[in-house]
Nanobody, 126 residues
Framework: QVQLVESGGGLVQAGDSLRLSCAAS????????MGWFRQAPGKEREFVAA????????SYADSVKGRFTISRDNAKNTVYLQMNSLTPEDTAVYYC???????????????????WGQGTQVTVSS
């Protein structure tokens, strides 16, 4: 089992950047594929980005491609989401999620994550 704690959210202006962090507990972080999701008010939670357990494979939602970058540091048990060129449409609670991956390059489907953090609010003003 893994526990996840997000940080780094806040209030920024359109065009600004933010970097979210997700710290994981336990000694087995490197066995988990990690993902970022977000939920805007009145909308369903949506997939944002994912990274394989060895960091060698990533995936992004079309809405964030070219603006967001997911990365991980297995030595620090942390996954990051670098968000650039933010727009008001990026306003949401951002969640990180984990799935124990069978192979180093495996990425689960968006519905395949088992563990979730509590979320961090990102608000982008126009």
């Amino acid at each position: 089992q893994v526990q996840l704690v997000e940080s780094g959210g806040g209030l920024v202006q359109a065009g600004d950047s933010l970097r979210l962090s997700c710290a994981a507990s336990g000694r087995t972080f490197s066995t988990y594929a990690m993902g970022w999701f977000r939920q805007a008010p009145g909308k369903e939670r949506e997939f944002v980005a994912a990274i394989s357990r060895n960091g060698g494979r990533t995936s992004y939602a079309d809405s964030v491609k070219g603006r967001f970058t997911i990365s991980r540091d297995n030595a620090k048990n942390t996954v990051y989401l670098q968000m650039n060129s933010l727009t008001p449409e990026d306003t949401a609670v951002y969640y990180c999620a984990a799935h124990q991956a069978p192979t180093p390059h495996y990425l689960p489907s968006p519905g395949g994550y088992d563990y979730w953090g509590q979320g961090t609010q990102v608000t982008v003003s126009s």
